[in-house]
């Protein structure tokens, strides 16, 4: 069939044509790399103003924008571990610190090394044992184990599985799952990797540009020995992460496609029957081989059936000699220990079918209705609907990183008191003035993402400390809590509602309140909560659209966080949210998880407390009818809004509210309803106990 005239250029481009319908163009690619490489720059710059040294880096297929929907790539995260300098040269031994040599000879797996334990006080080797984490082989080295790292992050990772050097959390609906790795950064290129550098393939790929930008990335040690290897628990795997992150960005949409194919069919034809046989990452690999050895001509849209023939047969003969070297390391077998003798031949007959098919093997594949699409060739309406999808998605992602770093780092300020709450502030927002003088592109966005939410926070608690003092609120206050008000749609908005009502003015109130309905759309705007997993579904009609043409700056407009609020904010704080803050008994706290510290901070989602503020507003102002109104969408939002993270805290708001309206029975309705949603560390017992105090006492 390949000899019909016109066969592979027709089929090749109806094969692009579906791919690019299902979000595999280069538009939805850099969309999807835009978006980890700015979440990157926020976990990072986060970690600095924390005085942490821990970097972060998004790899693999989500990042490098090589995936679909229908793949479900999990999200891979590096964290670095920058209090270990490891060094191939004496010359970079530095005193004071816990320095290592790697040390990469004949005895050790090729793409592994060891770490030597060396002296703090002088460039030469430790001859002390100290802890469990060290071994003295034969020669007298004290080396170090790999145990040490895969241990503590077993414990802070606690709910994790190990996966090799990675550790797997897996996401509720809705969430995807995340693979971290920890690792530790090489001062310099290691020697198995340096030779790549001067070597060129037919195809004169990767360029000489690129690999100058591949020398100045960073190589890892990570904690995995070799399979089966006698040193497996002191080997320490290497990685050239950054640098085949680089080589994936150089791709052609081309390459790209055909690499998203491989993982298709593998997914489809292989991966069901034996899953932990043939990766993405030897996938990935055996097109890297490819592209180096033929020429750039042959990769095109109207060859891809071609190109995706070539990459499927080079990875049945690596299948079948059982060899297939890494790119950069290439003594480094990626076969090794994967293909089970009984496996191999089934897989090589599965390859040899989709080979031999000519194409027509890809109507098998379910994954995002794959054949169902070429057999279709996609109408415009779901190549429409696909790419907003995806670009909501994105956009959901970005607003997750911003929420997830705030709500990390207000956390870490909770028990602060007021001089220091403000002392803390204001020394992050200097940093991150700095870091945007000193930085460009993602960095510079990052910074002017997060540095209006510290000034909204800095601005309320002064303000808190106002309303003790003197019953009013300073310009400064004002001024701080007002250069966040573009943030989201309503979170900092209803910052300052909150502040003014506590103020007492009822007037300004209501008008943010009427700015923050104003803008908030019901079939646009997305809630977004990182304070805990539950199941979301997916968004409105409406915010999937926002976002297809738009970047980060749609978050403003498409958006609303939660509202939080720290303990030395208590002055700007409605007297029915305090209790929040207070949650939990002794019992409780015993039952609470290692991620629910949000819990001594007064959280609420921003729909339901923009229709509380507005009930307390207007029965302040006596306007009855719109306080019925506001009563009636805070009810319906309780009951319809499927995204809430914190519908018992809007439950017990609304219990509150009928028992100001005198409704005892509906009251202690809504707080069992609360406590059904949270059983525990749940301020509904607080308000249960209350509630029945006073029907005793009258």
């Not at 019909?4 to 044509?17: A, D, F």
């Not at 909204?456 to 809590?481: K, P, W």
């Not at 819990?599 to 507005?614: E, G, H, K, W």
Request: charged share 20%; aromatic share 10%; proline share 3%.
């Amino acid at each position: 069939m390949f000899q019909q005239p016109g066969y592979i250029e027709n089929v090749s481009m109806g094969l692009s044509e579906v791919l690019a319908d299902i979000g595999v163009s280069e538009r939805i690619i850099l969309k999807r790399r835009r978006t980890w490489l700015l979440v990157e720059s926020i976990e990072t710059i986060t970690s600095q103003l924390e005085d942490e040294d821990l970097p972060s880096y998004f790899l693999g297929s989500q990042c490098e924008g090589t995936t679909t929907q229908g793949l479900k790539s999990d999200i891979d995260q590096l964290l670095c571990a920058n209090d270990f300098n490891l060094i191939q040269d004496w010359a970079d031994w530095e005193p004071g610190v816990r320095n290592f040599l790697m040390i990469q000879d004949e005895t050790i797996s090729s793409g592994y090394c060891l770490l030597q334990r060396l002296r703090r006080d002088a460039p030469l080797p430790s001859n002390d044992v100290t802890n469990r984490y060290q071994f003295r082989d034969r020669t007298g080295r004290i080396l170090l184990k790999n145990t040490i790292m895969s241990e503590s992050a077993a414990e802070f990772y606690g709910d994790g599985v190990r996966h090799g050097p990675a550790y797997a959390r897996q996401g509720s609906p809705g969430i995807i799952d995340n693979d971290t790795v920890p690792a530790v950064p090489c001062k310099t290129w290691s020697l198995q990797a340096r030779q790549w550098l001067d070597q060129q393939g037919v195809g004169q790929w990767p360029s000489n540009g690129m690999k100058r930008y591949c020398r100045s990335t960073e190589c890892f040690v990570v904690a995995v020995g070799s399979k089966g290897s006698e040193n497996e628990e002191l080997e320490w795997r290497i990685l050239t992460s950054l640098a085949e992150r680089c080589l994936t960005f150089n791709l052609n949409i081309t390459q790209i496609r055909c690499y998203i194919l491989m993982k298709m069919i593998v997914k489809t034809f292989i991966k069901a029957h034996f899953e932990d046989t043939i990766s993405s990452f030897m996938c990935k690999t055996v097109l890297f081989h490819c592209i180096a050895n033929t020429h750039s001509n042959v990769w095109r849209d109207n060859n891809l059936l071609v190109c995706l023939s070539l990459c499927l047969f080079v990875l049945y003969s690596s299948i079948l000699n059982e060899y297939c070297p890494h790119f950069i390391i290439p003594g480094n077998n990626l076969m090794r220990g994967h293909i089970p003798h009984e496996s191999k031949p089934y897989i090589l007959e599965i390859l040899l079918y989709i080979i031999n098919s000519e194409g027509r093997a890809l109507l098998e594949i379910e994954c995002d209705a794959l054949g169902a699409r070429i057999w279709l060739k996609s109408s415009y309406f779901l190549s429409f609907k696909t790419n907003d999808i995806i670009s909501g998605q994105l956009l959901q992602i970005t607003a997750f990183a911003v929420d997830k770093n705030l709500q990390k780092y207000l956390i870490s300020t909770k028990n602060s008191c007021y001089t220091e709450a403000i002392q803390t502030l204001l020394k992050s927002i200097i940093k991150l003035l700095i870091i945007s003088n000193q930085c460009q592109g993602l960095d510079k966005t990052a910074c002017s993402l997060m540095a209006p939410w510290y000034c909204t926070t800095l601005g309320s608690i002064l303000a808190s400390i106002n309303i003790h003092q003197y019953n009013a609120v300073s310009a400064d206050a004002f001024t701080l809590t007002t250069l966040g008000l573009n943030t989201d749609v309503s979170s900092s908005k209803l910052k300052l509602a909150s502040m003014l009502y506590c103020l007492g003015d009822a007037q300004r109130t209501e008008i943010v309140l009427g700015d923050i309905e104003g803008s908030y759309d019901l079939n646009s705007v997305k809630p977004v909560c990182c304070c805990h997993n539950f199941a979301k579904q997916a968004g409105r009609r409406g915010f999937w659209a926002i976002y297809d043409n738009h970047n980060e700056e749609a978050l403003q407009n498409s958006t609303a966080l939660c509202v939080r609020f720290l303990p030395c904010e208590i002055n700007c704080v409605p007297r029915e949210l305090r209790q929040e803050m207070y949650r939990s008994t002794q019992e409780d706290l015993a039952f609470r998880c290692r991620n629910e510290l949000w819990m001594d901070l007064a959280v609420v989602d921003s729909l339901p407390y923009l229709y509380f503020l507005q009930y307390k507003t207007y029965s302040y102002l006596g306007r009855e009818e719109d306080q019925q109104r506001a009563l009636m969408n805070l009810v319906r939002t309780i009951d319809q809004e499927p995204n809430l993270g914190h519908r018992e805290t809007a439950l017990n708001l609304l219990g509150q509210c009928m028992e100001q309206k005198y409704q005892a029975r509906d009251a202690l309705r809504c707080y069992l309803l609360s406590l059904s949603v949270r059983e525990r560390n749940n301020a509904a017992k607080f308000h249960i106990c209350t509630l029945l105090s006073n029907i005793i006492s009258n």
